[in-house]
């Protein structure tokens, strides 16, 4: 697909690097000072959030990006196989504890932050998703709203779930996780504007729940 994305006289190569990619996150309130700890030679003096920065570790050319994707402070860093070892053995070392893409997703769900799969990807707008302000887009007021919502218990329904009200289809679920920190499942789903107001009832797949202000479990800020 990406070969097919370069222009005509352009010099460019496209090489799939998955196989010897790692991605590794630091998130909380700690994460910061995990970052100076053990990669702050190799990273600028201050890496905003959002932004990201190429740096060399252990002498492999890595990526390090500031992201607060799971509604906390947080790093990601892009590195080979190898680094990605050794800097898991550090992290674990030093007492920092290891979490699964289940937690990041459970965390992801609660700080009400979109992801590109299962929530955008089916042909959303940044302000239907909520970003259009973070883009700097002006002013919007579209059809249908990505909104939270917590559900009555811990179940989770299957992504794509369509979402009603009075018996009626008014959207579709598009992630969903059981949070132990609320003692519920919750949830986002791309609802009709008229029915993403927080309080509003909805059912899916036979589960109540209403629609939630976000965040729905507030963090430590950056």
């Known amino acids: 697909m990406l070969e097919g994305a370069v222009g005509e006289g352009y010099d460019a190569v496209v090489q799939d690097r998955t196989a010897t990619t790692c991605l590794v996150g630091i998130a909380g309130p700690g994460a910061a000072e995990a970052a100076a700890q053990h990669v702050n030679e190799?990273?600028?003096p201050r890496l905003p959030s959002m932004h990201a920065s190429p740096f060399e570790f252990h002498g492999y050319r890595a990526l390090a990006i500031r992201t607060s994707s799971v509604g906390e402070d947080g790093f990601e860093f892009m590195v080979a196989p190898p680094v990605a070892e050794?800097?898991?053995?550090l992290l674990e070392a030093s007492g920092v504890g290891l979490a699964g893409m289940g937690a990041?997703?459970?965390?992801?769900?609660e700080a009400g932050v979109p992801a590109f799969t299962p929530d955008?990807?089916?042909?959303?707008?940044?302000a239907e998703a909520g970003l259009g302000e973070?883009?700097?887009?002006?002013p919007d007021e579209p059809e249908r709203m990505l909104s939270a919502l917590l559900f009555e218990g811990t179940a989770t329904p299957p992504v794509g779930t369509p979402a009603l009200a009075d018996e009626q289809v008014v959207g579709e679920l598009r992630s969903c996780a059981r949070s132990f920190a609320l003692d519920a499942s919750a949830g986002l789903a791309i609802l009709n504007r008229n029915r993403s107001h927080p309080g509003t009832p909805i059912l899916v797949g036979g589960e109540r729940a209403l629609?939630?202000?976000k965040p729905l479990y507030?963090?430590?800020?950056?």
Request: no cysteine.
């Open 104 to 109: 990041q997703e459970i965390a992801r769900i």
């Open 42 to 44: 190799a990273l600028p």
């Open 134 to 138: 973070v883009l700097g887009l002006p």
């Open 86 to 89: 050794h800097l898991l053995g």
């Open 218 to 222: 507030r963090r430590r800020k950056m």
């Open 211 to 213: 629609v939630a202000q």
């Open 120 to 126: 955008l990807e089916t042909g959303l707008t940044p």
